[in-house]
T-cell receptor, first 110, second 115 residues
């Protein structure tokens, strides 16, 4: 079952902050975050692991609440380059089989 | 050159035709995946392979088959294409040694249109 992302879409002005949420109905080993520009491949942003370890982008932060099976991605001081669709991916079995959410479309305007 | 290469990048075909999408990688990863992307539905897993002898169905495997010819090559076939298989298809790889921290490395995508 796909994780649920919210919001589905958001428009920001440059410099504003945003939070994207991801919720799963299954226990999670890890949560992935990717950004995709229109017509391009998804690009890795971050992985959050059960137990608190993180791996990923220096300028983007995220949280992972294992008990609630939720993750949030924090985009601060947004730039035009942050525009795109953000996907969270849940890994429930620990085998790198990732199930993606339906995405959050983020648009940053001047 | 891209580490994960998909061919063709764009294909238009007719209902009932057999189509093969190919994926090759130079990352040396054992694990390979095929995802399908439709607007508003995100990326959905079609098939995945954890090594040459291991192939598994994903969420939406009906109407598709795969072949893992070598560690570096993983092909997706549509035996008899239908219009609702029109989508953007992505191949991805991951390194099993990375465990749960293993990110997915995506190819550039293959856009398939079935008329």
């Amino acid at each position: 079952q796909q994780p649920v992302q919210s919001p589905q879409a958001v428009i920001l002005r440059e410099g504003e902050d945003a939070v994207i949420n991801c919720s799963s109905s299954k226990a999670l080993y890890s949560v992935h975050w990717y950004r995709q520009k229109h017509g391009e491949a998804p690009v890795f942003l971050m992985i959050l692991l059960k137990g608190g370890e993180q791996k990923g982008h220096e300028k983007i932060s995220a949280s992972f609440n294992e008990k609630k099976q939720q993750s949030s991605l924090y985009l601060t001081a947004s730039q035009l380059s942050y525009s795109g669709t953000y996907f969270c991916g849940s890994n429930s079995g620990g085998y790198q089989k990732v199930t993606f959410g339906t995405g959050t479309k983020l648009q940053v305007i001047p | 050159d891209a580490d994960v290469t998909q061919t063709p990048r764009n294909r238009i075909t007719k209902t009932g035709k057999r189509i093969m999408l190919e994926c090759s990688q130079t990352k040396g990863h054992d694990r390979m995946y095929w995802y399908r992307q439709d607007p508003g539905l995100g990326l959905r897993l079609i098939y995945y392979s954890f090594d040459v002898k291991d192939i598994n169905k994903g969420e939406i495997s009906d109407g598709y088959s795969v072949s893992r010819q070598a560690q570096a090559k993983f092909s997706l076939s549509l035996e008899s294409a239908i219009p609702n298989q029109t989508a953007l298809y992505f191949c991805a790889t991951s390194d099993p040694l990375a465990g749960a921290a293993g990110e997915l490395f995506f190819g550039e995508g293959s856009r398939l249109t079935v008329l």
